[in-house]
């Protein structure tokens, strides 16, 4: 019973466009939202959140947008770069944290 | 100086066997939490533990057990290893308030031969 869904395991993108990493929940109840960067060998760390009483939050090159009818939540990073390729996982919060099986994006020079 | 610190990194052991990966965290969080990163790379909540409360996800084996020495540190016992039990384990903190900020331990990868 996977509540957050991932549903690209990887994604590959030229240097300097414009990267969308999308997610789907089925838990109305979440609350919470967040965004987890994980390079190779290492944790996942906290990237970008947004709560449900908000559709978008900005960060610099990343923006996390949230659409709650359709239990949907993307992250947008603009302009990636080779430094951004690393996993990404999409987490929801109500009370646990569950998370997405994560997407793989890969930024080329 | 590393917020969330597991050891061992890597732990290659026989079926049967009992171990241990040990968690600390430097950041002064009220609340651990120890998750199981899956061969589907789901990251699927195992235990979350304050000074108060031990919250056991209900479908992980009572093989594993969760021993809190002091509030900065949070063991995760394995005994009777099995092969299945093969995943990388993370470690996490957070403010006792503030579930929803975990910082991650770099995982410790168990391999059962």
């Known amino acids: 019973d996977q509540q957050v869904k991932q549903n690209s395991p990887s994604l590959s993108v030229q240097e300097g466009r414009i990267s969308i990493l999308n997610c789907d929940y089925t838990n109305s109840m979440f609350d919470y939202f967040l965004w987890y960067k994980k390079y190779p060998a290492e944790g996942p760390t906290f990237l970008i959140s947004?709560?449900?009483?908000?559709d978008k939050n900005e960060d610099g090159r990343f923006t996390v947008f949230l659409n709650k009818s359709a239990k949907h939540l993307s992250l947008h990073i603009v302009p990636s770069q080779p430094g951004d390729s690393a996993v990404y996982f999409c987490a929801a919060y109500d009370n646990d944290m569950r998370f997405g099986a994560g997407t793989r994006l890969t930024v080329k020079p | 100086d590393t917020a969330v610190s597991q050891t061992p990194k890597y732990l290659v052991t026989q079926m049967g066997n009992d171990k241990s990966i040990k968690c600390e965290q430097n950041?002064?969080?009220?609340?651990m939490y120890w998750y199981k990163q899956d061969s589907k790379k789901f990251l699927k909540i195992m235990f979350s533990y304050n000074n108060k409360e031990l919250i056991i996800n209900e479908t992980v084996p009572n093989r594993f057990s969760p021993k809190s020495p002091d509030k900065a540190h949070l063991n995760l016992h394995i005994n009777s290893l099995e092969l299945g039990d093969s995943a990388v384990y993370f470690c996490?903190?957070?403010?006792?308030?503030?579930?929803?900020?975990?910082?991650f331990g770099p995982g410790t990868r168990l391999t059962v031969l």
């Open positions: 950041l002064g969080h009220d609340t």
């Open positions: 947004i709560s449900s009483i908000k």
């Open positions: 996490a903190s957070s403010p006792a308030s503030r579930g929803n900020e975990q910082f």
